[in-house]
Nanobody
Framework: QVQLVESGGGLVQPGGSLRLSCTAS????????MHWYRQAPGKEREKVAG??????????DYADSVKGRFTISRDNAKNTVYLQMNSLKPEDTAVYYC?????????WGKGTLVTVSS
């Protein structure tokens, strides 16, 4: 099993930056892919970014809405995946969740709230 804990959310002005962290309860070296999702009020949960590792090479992917503004990365030594969010917009306001699929099971964190507002 894997427990995922997100942190780093908060209130930020439009154009600002935040870095979210997702820390796993165990080593993530063997976990091929980890992802960030978000859910805005009244909307469905959507995938924001993912990072897949093959042969020690990381392959990130992004939703079109965040390309060029968000960067996903992972630090296996710290069991942590990050989401660097720059040039934030009010429409980025949402609860951000960390997700992975491992050993035939889905694992979700409880989320961290990001509010972009002046």
């Amino acid at each position: 099993q894997v427990q995922l804990v997100e942190s780093g959310g908060g209130l930020v002005q439009p154009g600002g930056s935040l870095r979210l962290s997702c820390t796993a309860s165990r080593n993530i070296f063997t976990i091929v892919a980890m992802h960030w999702y978000r859910q805005a009020p009244g909307k469905e949960r959507e995938k924001v970014a993912g990072i897949t590792t093959y042969s020690r090479i990381n392959y990130p992917d992004y939703a079109d809405s965040v390309k060029g503004r968000f960067t996903i990365s992972r630090d296996n030594a710290k069991n942590t995946v990050y989401l660097q969010m720059n040039s934030l917009k009010p429409e980025d306001t949402a609860v951000y969740y960390c997700y992975t699929y491992n050993g035939g099971m889905d694992y979700w964190g409880k989320g961290t709230l990001v509010t972009v507002s002046s």
